[in-house]
């Protein structure tokens, strides 16, 4: 049996595969977000149109498509209780255009698949626009511009290669003209996503703390946030705390923030010393109304089209969620203090723990205040008690500490003595208001790693961290680390609690560590310029596009003028070239096509091919001899200037004779003769 490749297909089965594997390069980053009914039937759809392809077996009837269209409709009903919005239409459209293969009979049904493709395609963008997705995109591109191309190749079999390059270059051609709309096209509002859903099961850092959520976060290497500092001048990565929710109201194991108006009565007294460090950050999307910003911002953070507050724990919050990719300049201080330096009755909210909860950290809350050493002992005697406890009491730090039940802190301290960072964190805070010091949880991201390659920080989702602040008189608000107690080099980036790594990136890291390493920067380094080019091209920046090249106070009208006259001047510029490209052309050969065209008119068809011998003689033969006599010395002329060696006149010449001819009347004949 003859083995069947690409080269021996038939070209329509050959044409038809090609077709359904762009499809399927165009559905496959849809899936982690279609049913996975869709994904099943789309599946069995594609592998089933592949089969009847190759054995060149008729297409199911139409029953059989209205069968499948009834459930496809049905499910999607089920599956998402409507037929509109996002991932209903995007449901439909990815089953509807895996259906219509099925009756993917002439040349009509192919092009109704293009289209429906390049829709399709488009829709992965509602879900993602990384690096990732666009260069699949791209690709996806250019197969549905090659199939559309070579489907307008209808004779012969030519070669899938050859529609690529023609589909190719007409990717080029159109470059330009996206280029200058994605530079100047005014950008009202975010192109991609709905914001109420685009982030559903994201992970991330929340304004709740269940003891154990945290060390879920160590294993996402996905990243949150890019910091590049001004100067490269970025303090030590012991001092990189980057500052989320702050938490303090305790159930006995999930810790909350405090309403907002509790939050504000506290006060917000921040006070700084040093030099500030300016940098700029680019966050990636959370669905969370909050910033980062590095301990201790005292001013807003710069972010065009949002509204940016702040709160007394020094917090900073925009007016909606932050479902797109960001990028704000901030100012901070490494060396700060915050809130009420003298008691005050707010500070009660921090003192506060469910009553009958963790009884035995109590009784060591007792027990330690009891203590000779520490009896009226001010804060930093306490915290310094307790953290000695840590580091020589057994305590170790790890990812896996196991499931906690409802008296966290008395498990941590008595029974497992392990855990990760919000499990020593937790039972810090408890133990420091047992001991009548208000204490709060603090949560975001700590350390990071530096990009030797483009030079930013990155944050990971691996890097979130949660730590403790304790109320001293006259300080107000100081930062403790206690997992810094357990384990030293968590404070920092020399220790990391991570998974292992997959087959293939182990068997990578085995081989060259380093070249995993360098690999992984590089990519990433790319990733952020693509974020920062291209995802984080907003309105701001076009205007300081027009401020480059000369405007003093751009607005968006003077954004559209400029596009406009780019693309009447790209037109323009298209029409020259298009006269120029003309005129290049064999004036001999236009004289002859003027000459056949006259001759239609007249009434006489000849052949595209016919000399000017011939056509001579076919008007002789139509017209009569004399009234075609001056038309036949022309192109007998005509015939002699081109190919005698000394031919009478110049094409200017005989053009001018052109048109000075007497053309015989318009006569009924046939449409073609042939020379007798």
Request: charged letters at 15%; hydrophobic letters at 45%.
């Amino acid at each position: 049996m003859k083995k069947l490749t690409m080269a021996t297909l038939p070209r329509d089965t050959r044409d038809t595969l090609f077709l359904l594997a762009v499809i399927a390069l165009i559905i496959l980053p849809q899936v982690d977000h279609l049913p996975w009914w869709c994904t099943t039937l789309t599946t069995a759809v594609l592998i089933w149109r592949s089969t009847l392809a190759v054995q060149s077996k008729p297409l199911p009837s139409r029953w059989w498509r209205i069968a499948l269209l009834v459930v496809t409709v049905a499910a999607t009903f089920a599956t998402h209780r409507t037929l509109l919005g996002r991932d209903a239409g995007v449901t439909l459209i990815v089953i509807l255009l895996a259906l219509k293969t099925l009756e993917l009979r002439a040349r009509r049904d192919a092009f109704v698949v293009f289209f429906l493709g390049f829709f399709a395609m488009l829709t992965n963008f509602f879900y993602s626009q990384s690096l990732a997705t666009a260069i699949t995109m791209l690709l996806a591109l250019l197969g549905l511009l090659t199939a559309l191309v070579n489907a307008h190749m209808p004779v012969g079999r030519p070669p899938l290669a050859q529609a690529a390059r023609t589909a190719g270059w007409m990717a080029l051609a159109g470059a330009p003209i996206m280029f200058a709309l994605f530079l100047l096209f005014p950008r009202f509002a975010p192109l991609w996503g709905t914001p109420s859903d685009a982030m559903a099961g994201r992970s991330g850092l929340s304004n709740t703390m269940r003891v154990g959520t945290i060390a879920e976060l160590a294993l996402d290497e996905r990243v949150a946030a890019r910091i590049k500092f001004d100067g490269n001048r970025a303090p030590p990565q012991s001092q990189l705390y980057f500052r989320g929710p702050v938490l303090a109201q305790f159930d006995g194991r999930e810790w909350t923030a405090l309403p907002s108006w509790r939050r504000g009565a506290a006060g917000s007294e921040l006070r700084t010393s040093g030099e500030p460090l300016g940098y700029e950050v680019t966050l990636e999307p959370s669905n969370r109304p909050w910033l980062l910003t590095l301990d201790a911002a005292p001013r807003a953070p710069e972010l065009p089209g949002y509204e940016v507050t702040g709160s007394s724990d020094l917090q900073w919050f925009v007016n909606r969620p932050l479902s797109d990719l960001v990028r704000y300049r901030a100012q901070s201080y490494t060396r700060f203090e915050s809130g009420p330096a003298n008691s005050a009755n707010t500070l009660r909210a921090y003192l506060a723990l469910p009553p009958a909860s963790n009884p035995r950290t109590a009784a060591l809350a007792r027990e330690m205040l009891a203590d000779p050493a520490l009896a009226g002992a001010a804060t930093p005697a306490l915290v310094q008690a307790v953290l000695q406890r840590l580091r020589t009491g057994g305590y170790s730090y790890t990812l896996e500490p196991g499931v906690y039940g409802n008296d966290t802190a008395d498990e941590f301290w008595f029974d497992r003595k392990e855990g990760f960072c919000e499990h020593i964190a937790s039972a810090f805070v408890v133990l420091m208001r047992g001991m009548n010091v208000p204490a709060r949880i603090v949560t975001g991201y700590q350390g990071g790693e530096l990009n030797g390659i483009d030079g930013y920080w990155v944050l990971r989702q691996s890097d979130a961290h949660a730590w403790a602040e304790v109320w001293e008189a006259g300080k107000g608000w100081v930062r403790v680390d206690p997992t810094g107690a357990v384990a030293p080099g968590r404070v920092g980036q020399s220790m990391r609690l991570v998974q292992a790594p997959g087959l293939f990136a182990g068997a990578v890291i085995a081989m060259s560590p380093t070249f995993a390493q360098n690999l992984r920067a590089t990519w990433e380094a790319v990733n952020n310029g693509w974020n920062q080019w291209v995802l984080n091209y907003t309105q701001s920046r076009q205007l300081d596009l027009l401020k480059n090249i000369g405007f003093e106070a751009p607005s968006l009208e003077d954004l559209a003028y400029v596009l406009l006259y780019l693309l009447v001047g790209a037109s323009l510029a298209g029409a020259l070239w298009t006269l120029w490209e003309r005129s290049q052309h064999d004036p001999w050969l236009r004289l002859l096509g003027r000459a056949r065209a006259r001759l239609a008119k007249a009434g006489l068809a000849v052949p595209d091919t016919a000399p000017p011998r011939q056509m001579a003689a076919l008007a002789e033969a139509f017209f009569g001899i004399d009234e075609s006599a001056p038309l036949r010395d022309w192109l007998l002329k005509l015939e002699a200037q081109r190919y005698a060696p000394a031919g009478p006149g110049t094409p200017a010449a005989l053009r001018a004779e052109f048109c000075r001819l007497p053309w015989p009347a318009r006569k009924a004949g046939p449409a073609l003769l042939q020379p007798g």
